[in-house]
């Protein structure tokens, strides 16, 4: 791993490009492979670009694009010239898009070419209307290969990448040099903005010693190196492609393989042809593929690491990845915009702790268990016996929401406590487990009741893939229980036979009313359910 004391992205570009020289740091699938050498001189050719185009230290870039090589070199590239990145969800509509491009000011936009029938840079323009884009855009390519042609223009609106970097001077420049000198470790490095599962979205905003912070963290529990081939399928606009991937590999030397979309199939042709040994995800990410028809007919064996979390991950589907998947070490972990990594499992733990909690602290941060006088933390003798909201603390924790000091003070207490809207509670060992969501919990005739508990049930019938729970209003207890169900390949199921099944492991009050069966669940792009929709909720 690069030098704890590097603080700042330029400054890892450069010790990876000294530390890692010729080894393989990003691999794109049929298309282009960069050496950590060669990743230091693209990103300096950006940045020089950048420089040209006339962006500032500080001035904001914003990235619509999915996982490519591009996305990789422009974001190191922002980060290397002194300016801010912001990712931008490739799911958005143009006017969600537009909306957070213009909340952030951005001054230049990397967004990609028409891709799986949607030309962004077209939505952008339409939602924009009358009102003024981001003075630079350029055009990534959709996928691995250049559009044809060398001309400057991809529209009336954008440059073609090509025709971007040929504006700077080469990747040795004066001027960059001075830029990536400049940037100390407490400048804004990247405004993430939240899933928005429960409003309007925020921008987490985080220093560059904060971002490389929590993907140190994150690779040390993963016991990451440049042995590592690390199959990215977590979106780069999200923290756990961007900080826990891109990052993280840098920091490391393993190889980054990017996948643009994710599709079950492709990735396991993509671990047998690559050996890939990493590949973190949401929990829906290993269901498909243990589910997949043609599992067996793929190499697997490459595989060491699965890192999992974004939602309520089921004990027993941490018991099949171990048993049926070829991976040496599940973990598990927990983290959220605001502070990335939380708590993680650590590669010797038993099985037990890896299948029933989050693990514990990791990059720095205090936990503790609020809903009390005082926060409980793993020291207090009764943290155990408390489940509340999860509280965090330290070096690590958000700046702040962008342009919101309301938000901000709401999140972050005086004492300096983030709150996250999370409950769960802390064993003796400092190991986090969490129960739920604090706005998921309802109340069913006088009794509080925890969706992921019943959640974790259903997960235990073996035709059950994954299964979201819900509290619907009932005129005579207040609240019931409500599960959305998918069953897996074949299942025939039937909704009295899984109450029945809960009813023989539950209580009574926590027994869901009505089961929905469903082909798949609606989500967000970490691969957690969105509740709210399945409520009939608007964003």
């Known amino acids: ?31 282009r492979v960069l050496s950590y050498s060669e990743l230091r001189t693209s990103v300096r050719e950006v940045a020089s670009a950048l420089i040209a185009s006339g962006v500032e230290p500080g001035d904001r870039v914003a990235i619509w694009s999915p996982n490519t090589h591009h996305w990789v070199l422009g974001a190191l590239g922002t980060l290397y010239a002194g300016a801010t990145l912001v990712p931008v969800n490739t799911r958005y509509t143009g006017h969600e898009a537009f909306d957070l491009i213009s909340r952030t000011k951005a001054r230049a936009l990397l967004v990609t070419g028409p891709f799986l029938r ?90 560059h010693a904060q971002a490389l912070g929590v993907a140190r963290a994150w690779a040390q529990c993963a016991e990451l190196t440049s042995a590592d081939r690390y199959l990215i399928v977590n979106p780069f606009f999200h923290s756990f492609g961007y900080k826990a991937g891109i990052l993280a590999c840098l920091l490391t030397g393993a190889a980054m393989v990017p996948q643009l979309v994710f599709d079950a199939g492709q ?15 949401a929990p829906t990410i290993y269901t498909s593929l243990l589910d997949h028809q043609d599992r067996d007919k793929y190499d697997l064996s490459s595989l060491r690491l699965a890192v999992t979390g974004a939602a309520v991950v089921p004990v027993a589907l941490v018991e099949r990845m171990r048993a049926e998947l070829s991976f040496d070490t599940v973990l598990t972990a927990y983290g959220l915009t605001e502070a990335v ?135 005579r207890l207040g609240e019931v229980g409500k599960a959305f169900v998918v069953g897996r390949p074949g299942a025939g199921l039937v909704e009295a036979e899984l109450i029945e099944f809960c009813r023989e492991r539950l209580a009574g009050f926590k027994v869901p009313r009505q089961i929905e069966f469903l082909t798949d669940l609606p989500r967000n792009p970490a691969g957690k359910p969105l509740k709210r929709v399945l409520r009939g909720e608007s964003s």
């Not at 030098?3 to 990876?16: E, G, Q």
């Not at 073609?160 to 490095?189: E, I, L, M, Y």
């Not at 919101?404 to 400092?430: C, F, K, M, S, V």
Request: charged share 20%; glycine share 12%; hydrophobic share 45%.
């Open 267 to 281: 990735a396991m042709k993509l671990i047998e042809a690559q050996r890939i040994t990493v590949l973190p995800g």
């Open 1 to 31: 791993m690069t030098s704890a004391l590097t603080h700042t992205v330029p400054a890892a570009v450069d010790a990876a490009a000294q530390e890692f020289g010729d080894a393989v740091a990003v691999a794109e699938p049929g298309g």
């Open 118 to 207: 949607t030309d962004r840079l077209a939505l952008l323009a339409a939602a924009a209307g009358e009102a003024s884009l981001p003075e630079l855009i350029v055009q990534i390519p959709a996928g691995p290969a250049e559009p044809a042609g060398p001309g400057e223009q991809t529209s009336e609106l954008a440059l073609s990448w090509a025709a971007f970097t040929r504006r700077g001077t080469g990747a040795g420049s004066a001027a960059v040099d001075q830029r990536a000198a400049a940037v100390t470790p407490k400048d804004v490095s990247d405004i993430l903005f939240t899933s928005g599962t429960t409003g309007r979205s925020k921008g987490a905003m985080s220093a």
């Open 341 to 475: 990594v939380v708590t993680m499992c650590r590669a010797g733990d038993d099985a037990t702790t890896i299948a029933t909690t989050s693990g514990r602290a990791a990059a720095g941060f205090e936990i503790a268990i609020g809903g009390t006088a005082e926060p409980r933390t793993a020291e207090s003798s009764t943290a155990g016996d408390v489940i509340g909201e999860i509280l965090l603390r330290g070096p690590n924790v958000m700046l702040g929401y962008l342009d919101d000091q309301a938000a901000t003070a709401e999140a972050i207490d005086a004492n300096g406590w983030l709150h996250t809207g999370d409950i769960g509670r802390l064993d003796e060992r400092g190991y986090l487990t969490i129960t739920d969501r604090l706005k998921d919990m309802y109340i069913s005739g006088g009794f509080n009741v925890y969706p992921a508990e019943i959640e974790q049930v259903l997960a235990r019938h073996p035709s059950v893939a994954e299964s979201v729970v819900i509290g619907v209003p009932d005129g």
